[in-house]
């Protein structure tokens, strides 16, 4: 690290924080890394005999653990028991990913570890929860989503799609726990304290979902797929397919957007504004829409789109997405040693 670098980061707002991540994978590495990228120090605490990533993916391109400290323990021995201790003197923040019952079967529960190092924040992240029949049940994504109603709710009219596992996993988890232990932290400087955060990625997957029940109360939404507003059911709000097969996304969901999307696409005077939200109009506008698309290229519908609120993106994938210029100058990607997301909060000095 250069001078500039160690400058910076002594400038960032959780520099000077320890942290300790138990081995994990998912969601409780991104919240490691989210912590790391904020200043914080963190070291990995993983088994002697880690098989590492496998054939997915090379140390080198493991994103989410970049710039950590490995350190290799057995928390089955006494010895490495001990020597996790020791670097728990020293932290502020501990974060697993366990299963109910798994540290406190190590010998960690919450109660001796509060005990011998009373200003600890611990925040712990488990799949399915700490009670109920699937508490001890293994799950990835694409099953919490399936619990939470998420999984059911987006897709295509006949079947669900799981949208990666950025929903569940990371959304949901991930940011549920952050929230949670930076919130104890804060706690922490009132009253001295640190304390114990525990949720889980099915309780982050629901925590995502209140707006939908507040709409279904509300009679503004039913639980089919592409049959609401934002499943796209909507004429202005889905995608649509181009020329050179390639996909713009057009999200205009308010009057003014979507008259200035009609503009765009030279159907302001055949397709009534007014019409928008009038149900009885959407087969034929969507049918008209899709022609107007499929007439230029996806690029060619981007740049018309650039200087005007029309909501109409480019559907790029993750490679274009880390080479277009906006994003870039946003410094939202870098480019070496291979193309990744890049910072994603400013903590620039006071200008």
Known sequence: MTDAQRSQSSELPLAGLAVIELHAIGPVPFAGQLLRSLGAEVVRVSPPDDPGLGVAMRPEHDVLNAGKTTLHLNLKDPDGLEALHARLARAD????????????????????????????????????????PLAPRAGHDINYLAMAGVLNAVGTAGQPLPPLNLVADFGGGAMHLLVGVLARLVRRGIDGRGGVVETSILAGTVGLTGMFYGLLAGAAWNLGREANLLDGARPFYRVYRCADDRFVAVGALEPKFWRQLLELLGLDGEIDPADQYREASWPATAERLARRFGERSRDEWAALAEPVDACLSPVLDFLEAARHPHNLANRLYRAEPFPQPGAVLDFAPDR
């Open 93 to 132: 923040l501990l974060i697993e990913g366990f299963r109910p019952g798994v540290l406190e079967r190590l010998g960690l529960a919450p109660d001796t570890l509060a005990a011998r190092h009373p200003r600890l924040v611990i925040g712990r992240l488990s799949g399915w929860g700490s009670t109920g």
